[in-house]
């Protein structure tokens, strides 16, 4: 079974802090996202990365940047946190050579930002 | 207007009801997924189709691609199917799918 671990469930950060947040796993899979859902709006993707070393921007990445150093772990950043990224960040991956294969979720991490 | 709608937003049951909730999508897809999230926010992946249906236990899903309409069903629901439940519209891409979401549909049933 695909395992995607986040690093934390709940995180409470001060406003202009840079935060990580780390996402793992153990599938060898190529692509990893990172969504943040808000009430109302849905999930919402931010980055995605396709390979090692390889991001693209999502449909709200201002704020945000990301790292794929390693195959398995796909990290958020947040360089400056501000109270507007208050929210649930969620890690996914998958794997591009199984046709259309299913997403696999982390658990998420409650961020709050004071 | 969303590319993916879903509906209803909220949906109260008795347990042993039938459950339908619905989703409709204006993007050409190759995929369409559904997906579980119960409280404390993990997320599920329950289906994902491109034609007909499908069905696990006591869950159904089908899909009309020339209508853009997708349907997942509860059958003999029971209060562990309480969740919020998503729906999102995939195209297939080489470097990887990007889903379009829906809102979600909260579902509780009661005893």
């Known amino acids: 079974d695909v395992k995607v671990t986040q690093s934390s469930r709940y995180l409470v950060k001060r406003t202009g802090e840079k935060v990580f947040l780390e996402c793992v796993q153990d599938?060898?899979?190529?692509?990893m996202f990172w969504y943040r859902q808000d009430p109302g709006l849905g999930l919402r993707l931010i980055y995605f990365?396709?390979?090692?070393?390889?991001?693209e921007k999502g449909d709200i990445p201002e704020g945000y940047s990301v790292s794929r150093e390693k195959k398995e772990r796909f990290s958020l950043i947040l360089e400056s946190a501000s109270t507007n990224q208050t929210s649930m960040y969620l890690c996914a991956s998958r794997s591009p050579f199984l046709g259309a294969s299913p997403l696999h979720f982390g658990n998420g991490t409650r961020l709050t930002v004071t | 207007k969303n590319e993916v709608e879903q509906s209803p937003q909220n949906l109260t049951a008795q347990e042993g009801e039938f459950i339908t909730i619905n989703c409709s999508y204006s993007?050409?897809?190759?995929?369409l997924h559904w997906l579980q999230q119960h409280p404390g926010g993990g997320i599920v992946s329950l289906f994902m189709?491109?034609?007909g249906k499908k069905k696990h236990g006591r869950l159904i899903a089908t899909i009309n691609i020339q209508e853009k309409h997708s349907s997942l069903h509860i059958t003999a629901s029971h209060p562990r199917d309480s969740a919020v439940y998503i729906c999102a519209a995939g195209k297939f891409e080489t470097s990887g799918s990007r889903l379009t979401f829906g809102e979600g549909t909260q579902l509780t049933v009661n005893p």
């Open positions: 189709l491109s034609s």
């Open positions: 990365s396709y390979d090692v070393k390889m991001k």
């Open positions: 993007v050409g897809i190759s995929a």
């Open positions: 599938m060898d899979h190529e692509n």
